[in-house]
């Protein structure tokens, strides 16, 4: 079955950057793309990005051009989104989610990103 | 971008009801190519990643009970939950992916009356 682990909560001061992870199971990674979506709390859903594990390219939500910055290791099925300039703003849950069959039936747990001196 | 519009915003249910959800696009979702429409409805529950309920704006994800209909075209779109469960109380998002940036309704939250 389709698995996304996603890597654990973080606390990062504001101005750092952040690299959180997504290792998927279960399914071809690499041909795929892998989507990002961001939550701040209490609010809706942000689309962030995809990028496709074959090749690495990448297409960002232009919101998010310079904020977040998408890779992926097809030797460990995994992908990343670095996140830098940290801001208060940038406080979230972020959810990895592949597209598959163009659909997105599978997305990870989320990873919580805390933003704070 | 394409701006999606849902409504309400929240909606106070007693089990068994019938409730409607709707969902607005600012453009059509409806690709001539397929003549599909590129539209899912998800719930999410608190602390949980969002749920595939319907694409295809009223094709049922596997697992998903039947009193989940999604319906509509173009850039109206509904979603009704028939005979309302204890267990639906949750928030519901629509979400286009006719082209990027993929964008979603801001949400609907269902509860108790």
């Known amino acids: 079955q389709v698995q996304l682990q996603q890597s654990g909560s973080e606390l990062v001061k504001p101005g750092s950057s952040v690299k959180i992870s997504c290792k998927a199971s279960g399914y071809t990674f690499a041909s795929y793309d892998m989507h990002w979506v961001k939550q701040q709390p209490g609010n809706g859903l942000e689309w962030i990005g995809w990028i496709y594990p074959v090749n690495g390219n990448t297409k960002y939500n232009q919101k998010f051009n310079g904020k977040a910055t998408l890779t992926a290791d097809k030797s460990s099925s995994t992908a990343y989104m670095q996140l830098s300039s940290l801001t208060s703003e940038d406080s979230a849950v972020y959810f990895c989610?592949?597209?598959?069959?163009?659909?997105?039936?599978?997305w990870g747990q989320g990873t919580l990103v805390t933003v704070s001196s | 971008d394409i701006v999606m519009t849902q409504s309400p915003s929240s909606l106070a249910v007693s089990a068994g009801e019938t409730v409607t959800i709707n969902c607005k696009s600012s453009q059509s979702l409806l690709y001539s190519g397929n003549q599909k429409n590129y539209l899912a409805w998800y719930q999410q529950k608190p602390g949980q990643s969002p749920k595939l309920l319907i694409y295809w704006a009223s094709t049922r994800q596997s697992g998903v009970p039947d009193r989940f209909i999604g319906s509509g075209s173009g850039t109206d779109f509904t979603l009704t939950i028939s005979s309302v469960q204890a267990e639906d109380l949750a928030i519901y998002y629509c979400q286009h992916y006719y082209d990027t940036p993929y964008t979603f309704g801001a949400g609907t939250k269902l509860e108790l009356k």
């Open positions: 989610a592949p597209q598959v069959h163009g659909l997105f039936a599978y």
